[in-house]
């Protein structure tokens, strides 16, 4: 267990909503290997979120156990946690929602830096010497970190969330529909940075999407869920040349295809 960073075994979580019980998870076993790309893809309401969220510890599960480098932390207390939130870190949908917008972008990065759970693993780091090289690392001129959100674009401000996710120096970057609430035209910009982070920096990586484009161009393995189970995995290019299920292989058939002439269609994928 200790070669692996992630592994989850029977996972479920049930909430209770308007007096009726609602299964968002139901028996879900994963592993996850250092180093590893892992797409997590599926319909809204198919369990990916939360999936990432018992993941990240930023809940618990109703049943299952989750181990983060053979520590179970399942039940592990908050103030505990310090070691699995700096070594876990999450970039969510929508930049706009997950930056504080009365924050100054260089105080929005160095936060995770300045929490007491993340102290005893972060000491000697020198904030401002971080705040430097995560700002160069997404492509952001220094000025940046004396501006506000608001100042930014959309794609900016998530390669502000990646420099924030990426300050405390962790191993795992979970990255849940990373570019869902982007412009096309720079969706693409942002998931070629993703990409070179996760190399250069030898990041393992959780990518949750329903858009199977994206998680080909970042992920080498595959996971499709739907109903809170996971239906189908492996290899990224296997699961999408040789579906199993007639789920996986309705999803792949939904993905639009391209014209590129005159009576002519092009695939793609």
Partial sequence: MSEELFRAEKLTRRYHNAGREVVALSE??????????????GESGSGKSTLVRLLAGLDRPTSGR???????ITALPERRRGF???SVQMVFQDPRSSLNPR??????????LRSRLLRPQLVGVDHRTRL??????????????????????????????IARALAPKPEVLIADEPVSA????????????????VAGQGLSLIVVSHDLLVV?????????MRAGRIIESGPTDQVYLQPKTEY???LLAAIPRIRTGPGETGDSR
């Fill in 28 to 41: 879900v076993d994963l592993q996850l290997a250092p180093g590893a790309r892992l797409g997590i893809v």
């Fill in 103 to 112: 924050m100054r972008v260089g105080d929005i990065i160095t936060e995770p």
């Fill in 216 to 224: 080909r161009h970042l992920c080498d393995e595959l996971a499709v």
């Fill in 248 to 250: 996986t292989a309705a």
């Fill in 84 to 86: 699995l939130r700096s």
């Fill in 132 to 161: 430097t090289e995560v700002l160069a690392a997404v492509d952001l001129d220094a000025d940046a970190a004396d501006r506000y959100p608001h100042e930014f674009s959309g794609g900016q401000r998530q390669r502000i969330a």
């Fill in 182 to 197: 982007l412009d096309v035209s720079v969706r693409a910009q942002v998931l070629n940075l993703l990409t070179d982070l």
């Fill in 66 to 72: 989750v181990w983060f480098k053979g520590a179970d």
